[in-house]
């Protein structure tokens, strides 16, 4: 079956970035968009951005422009998001989801941003 | 952006009872491509409907979605505990695939 495992939690200074993975395996990797959606403690879903592996291209809201890189590797079916200029406010749970609506999800990476 | 607005923020039910959920849009959701997921404690969320009426595989038959351009609804026939959750929408019609804000039910 499909499954998404991401990376490990992360404790990063304001200012610094963060890179969060999620590996893909069961399904075809390049087919299925990849979301990346946000959680901050005890709010709602944030929707960031996704890619199209096989396209290779990704779009973002417009909050995050200029802050957030999706990037997709299929060689290892692995997506990527990159997270610059932290702030205390990104403090938060990011899943990555594919395939829109997003049937299959990450477990979640808890990233805290703290001085 | 489609902003999507939920409503109520909070629904507090008995078992065997009817939930009624609204998800307005700011402006018209393309296709109905208009998605309802439960996110459980401690859980992600997990898919209910799609394309505003379609159930989810393995989904039961006491959930179902209708609703069409700007108002959707989510439709839970008779509560059991479990269904203690945040259930949200999400447009995923056009670019950025917004998310409503959510409304939690209580299970009395």
């Known amino acids: 079956q499909v499954q998404l495992v991401q990376s490990g939690a992360e404790v990063k200074k304001p200012g610094s970035s963060v890179k969060v993975s999620c590996m893909v395996s069961?399904?075809?990797?390049?087919?299925?968009?990849i979301s990346w959606v946000r959680q901050a403690p005890g709010q709602g879903l944030e929707w960031m951005g996704r890619?199209?592996?096989?396209?290779?291209?990704?779009d973002y809201a417009q909050k995050f422009q200029g802050r957030v890189t999706i990037t997709a590797d299929k060689s290892t079916n692995t997506a990527y998001m990159e997270l610059s200029s932290l702030r205390s406010e990104d403090t938060a749970v990011y899943y990555c989801a594919r395939d829109l609506p997003a049937y299959h999800w990450g477990q979640g990476t808890l990233l805290t941003v703290s001085s | 952006e489609i902003v999507l607005t939920q409503s109520p923020g909070t629904l507090s039910l008995s078992p065997g009872e009817r939930a009624t959920l609204s998800c307005r849009a700011s402006q018209s959701v393309s296709s109905s491509y208009l998605a309802w997921y439960q996110q459980r404690p401690g859980q992600a969320p997990r898919v209910l409907i799609y394309?505003?009426?379609s159930r989810a595989t393995g989904i039961p038959d006491r959930f179902s979605g209708s609703g069409s351009g700007t108002d959707f609804t989510l439709t839970i026939s008779r509560l059991e505990p479990e269904d203690l959750a945040v259930y949200y929408c999400?447009?995923?019609?056009?670019?950025?695939?917004?998310f409503g804000q959510g409304t939690k039910l209580e299970i009395k």
């Open positions: 999400q447009q995923y019609g056009s670019s950025p695939h917004t």
């Open positions: 069961g399904g075809a990797f390049s087919s299925y968009s």
């Open positions: 890619i199209l592996p096989m396209l290779d291209v990704a």
């Open positions: 394309g505003a009426s």
